[in-house]
């Protein structure tokens, strides 16, 4: 197994880790949390580019990247819904674009086309691992409130995006 599929099995095994701080309540809890989180964040950074740049790029990457990573920032909004720092419908637009997103995409694989990862859903990507680390701080509830449109506004307009650029997906798909 090459080192890119590594670090992703990594970020893997670190999500319970993460959930585990936070539900075991340990001292600075917190932040032992925002610690494996941004390990796990670092992960999928290193991943991507060892991935490209020494080509190692295989099938198993390929889904596992981007599952591992949405496995990672739902069990961070989960939590925070859980714990009232995110009210569930802003999750639930979140869960709906990705399904949204990957059901385009096996459309597209369908009639052999690849929609790689466009410009916004990198933008979206990197603004929720920022919001999801501010959230785990203990700072003021505006914060929190902020971060959440921040996750909200940059998942619909990337959905949103995606969906015009492949329109002609859906339309031969009919």
């Known amino acids: 197994m090459n080192t890119a599929n590594k670090l992703t099995i990594l970020r893997v095994v670190m999500i319970?880790?993460?959930l585990l701080v936070l539900y075991l309540e340990v001292p600075n809890a917190n932040y032992w949390a925002l610690a494996i989180f941004a390990a796990a964040s670092i992960t999928d950074t290193l991943d991507g580019y060892i991935a490209r740049h020494y080509n190692q790029i295989t099938d198993f990457g390929k889904?596992?990247?981007p599952l591992a990573d949405k496995c990672l920032v739902t069990a961070a909004m989960l939590w925070f819904v859980e714990v009232g720092q995110m009210?569930?419908?802003a999750l639930l637009i979140?869960?709906?674009r990705e399904f949204a997103v990957s059901g385009l995409r096996m459309v597209a694989a369908d009639?052999?086309?690849v929609i790689a990862a466009g410009w916004s859903g990198k933008v979206k990507t990197a603004a929720t691992m920022v919001c999801v680390i501010l959230m785990l701080l203990p700072l003021a509830d505006a914060v929190n409130r902020i971060c959440t449109?921040?996750?909200v506004?940059?998942?619909i307009y990337?959905?949103?995006?995606?969906f015009m650029k492949n329109a002609d997906i859906l339309a031969e798909a009919k």
């Open 158 to 162: 990337s959905g949103v995006e995606y």
């Open 111 to 113: 009639k052999g086309r």
């Open 94 to 96: 979140v869960i709906v």
């Open 87 to 89: 009210p569930a419908w």
């Open 149 to 151: 449109a921040v996750i």
């Open 153 to 155: 506004l940059t998942t």
């Open 63 to 65: 889904f596992m990247d």
């Open 16 to 18: 319970p880790a993460f």
